[in-house]
């Protein structure tokens, strides 16, 4: 299967059907949080290759405007990008697990049990020996692939799947969107307990990044890292 949800009117929260909240919710996996009165947004961004330096200006931006990101990168991101996956820690965002090779779960599961197993945990034991910490418990679906068996697995290594309630199509660095329609759909689709998800290498995600974040701390809202769920 591949994550959907239906996208909402504004001033509205993303919906899923019923079926698939039984589903996901069983193994502990958000898509978006309740909502917590608060005005709550959780900045996510996926990282599995650096583009044009754009990590680095996120990084920058989000130092300036003081947001956390929980930020899931893949094995070869932090192979190659150590320095930048440091910054991170030491600055203060959440480092989830994108997995190893990027592989979608049902191609993984495919082969075997265990390669899907190996993919989720190789980036786990790669990222406690460079940095020295453990890596949080929070697992990304590579392209959004999922199924009851990978919940169930993730769930039994003690991750939490996080899909979101928010995304688009920002990840192709040669045909980026329209920066101003971009922002504009992002804040349309604005919620509390929102979890967006947005990709490093965007040039747009770059850009309209600043007044992003002023424009959705304007409506009142709080960016909070993402934890994993008990």
């Given amino acids: ?39 709550r947004v959780y900045l996510t961004m996926d990282a599995g290759y650096e583009f044009e330096n754009n990590t680095t200006e996120i990084l920058d931006i989000a130092a300036a405007k003081g947001v956390p990101i929980t930020f899931f990168i893949t094995g070869s991101y932090l192979n190659n990008n150590f320095g930048l996956v440091q910054r991170m820690i030491n600055e203060g965002h959440q ?43 929070l697992y990304r679906p590579a392209e959004g692939g999922y199924s009851e068996r990978s ?20 990840w192709l660095t040669d045909d980026q969107p329209d920066p101003d329609a971009a922002f504009d759909l992002i804040m349309s689709e604005l919620h509390d307990g929102s979890i967006l998800l947005l990709h490093a290498v965007s040039d747009t995600n770059v850009a309209i990044l600043p007044r992003l974040i002023d424009a ?15």
Avoid: C
Wanted: net charge positive; no cysteine; proline share 5%.
């Fill in 1 to 39: 299967m591949s994550w959907w949800y239906r996208r909402p009117a504004p001033g509205e929260r993303a919906t899923i059907d019923a079926g698939i909240q039984s589903l996901i919710s069983s193994y502990g996996a958000v898509w978006q949080l309740a909502p917590s009165g608060q005005k």
């Fill in 216 to 230: 959705i701390r304007a409506e009142g809202y709080t960016f909070v890292l993402l934890q994993p769920q008990s």
């Fill in 151 to 170: 919940l169930k697995i993730a769930k039994d290594f003690a991750y939490t799947t996080v899909f979101w309630s928010f995304a688009y199509r920002d």
């Fill in 95 to 137: 480092v989830g697990n994108h997995t190893q090779r990027h592989l979608r779960a049902s191609a993984a599961l495919e082969t075997s049990t265990q390669t899907f197993i190996n993919d989720l945990l190789e980036l786990e034991m790669n990222y406690l020996s460079l940095t020295g910490r453990p890596m949080p418990k």
